[in-house]
């Protein structure tokens, strides 16, 4: 994890004349979606398993010190910023590491068809800033055949690692796939597993497919009950037409045009019942009462 600092509100130099942002982005499409897909997951609903407050950001300036030019990651993640839901209310339009008071724990640089130096002036300046977790992805392997590359901080310097981050509980895989109807290979977060961490919007998808496949079966069900329920019916029918035949002859079409229309299979079966026992009445009005 990073180094806390240990400066106090009023102890904070001043960034008056420092020039914490300029709006001069030059990401391609595939950089751009890139980014968002490791950021928004974390606020997308998605099952997240840090229980700290933390900061994720894409294309955020970092300074170290007032008068520091400022290095741009791609992509950063911060655990355990301090302040909880009032750093954001503060004149902070870039990460002062003075006031969240401690470095990213994780820097990603996604190297676009024009390599930025990730692996030269930037490998030794996030070593410098004493960044815990350094990650190269390089899905055009414009650096080296490795298209992912993660570093941890060993004294002043980075050394391999592989892409789990134990006191970050998270860690980076590749994955197939599509995002924002662009289908290829991406970088996502994953759980200790290798599992990927689904977004909400696909925790939300797949809840209502399970909704759907459960009302689906059970309508199904219910269709299954109804089919039965008209089979039954018209078993019950025909011993009824049958007693009514021995019974009234000729005069027993009328009656059981009257009978087929109750629904009330008990009640049908009472009567099938009766129509076969001797105990009623050779009247069609004995039907009729």
């Not at 004349?17 to 950089?31: H, V």
């Not at 570093?151 to 860690?171: C, E, H, M, R, T």
């Not at 079966?269 to 009445?281: I, K, P, Q, T, Y």
Request: charged fraction near 20%; hydrophobic fraction near 40%.
């Amino acid at each position: 994890m990073s180094e806390k600092l240990t400066l106090l509100p009023h102890e904070y130099p001043d960034t008056t004349n420092m020039i914490l942002e300029d709006d001069t982005p030059l990401d391609s499409f595939i950089n751009e979606k890139q980014q968002c897909l490791l950021t928004t997951i974390f606020y997308s609903g998605a099952e997240i398993p840090i229980n700290a407050p933390f900061i994720v950001a894409a294309n955020v300036v970092l300074f170290s010190y007032v008068g520091d030019s400022g290095i741009v990651p791609d992509v950063f993640l911060s655990l355990n910023i301090p302040g909880g839901e009032q750093w954001w209310k503060r004149n902070v339009r870039s990460y002062l590491f003075w006031e969240f008071g401690k470095s990213p724990d994780i820097v990603i640089e996604i190297v676009s068809p024009t390599p930025g130096n990730e692996l030269g002036s930037k490998l030794t300046s996030y070593a410098q800033l004493r960044i815990p977790y350094y990650v190269v992805y390089d899905p055009l392997q414009k650096l080296s055949e490795t298209v992912l590359q993660v570093f941890q901080l060993y004294g002043s310097s980075y050394i391999p690692k592989n892409a789990w981050f134990a006191d970050v509980n998270l860690g980076l895989t590749l994955w197939n796939g599509v995002f924002e109807n662009l289908n290829g290979t991406w970088l996502l977060w994953c759980n200790e597993s290798g599992n990927v961490i689904k977004t909400g919007d696909e925790l939300a998808a797949e809840k209502n497919l399970q909704i759907s496949q459960k009302d689906a079966e059970i309508s199904q069900k219910d269709v299954e009950i109804s089919q039965k329920d008209v089979q039954i019916k018209q078993a019950l029918l025909l011993a009824i037409e049958m007693g009514l035949k021995l019974k009234f002859r000729d005069e027993y079409v009328g009656i059981l045009s009257e009978i087929s229309q109750i629904d009330d299979l008990k009640l049908l079966e009472a009567l099938a019942e009766l129509c076969v026992s001797d105990r009623f009445s050779n009247s069609p009005d004995f039907f009729n009462g």
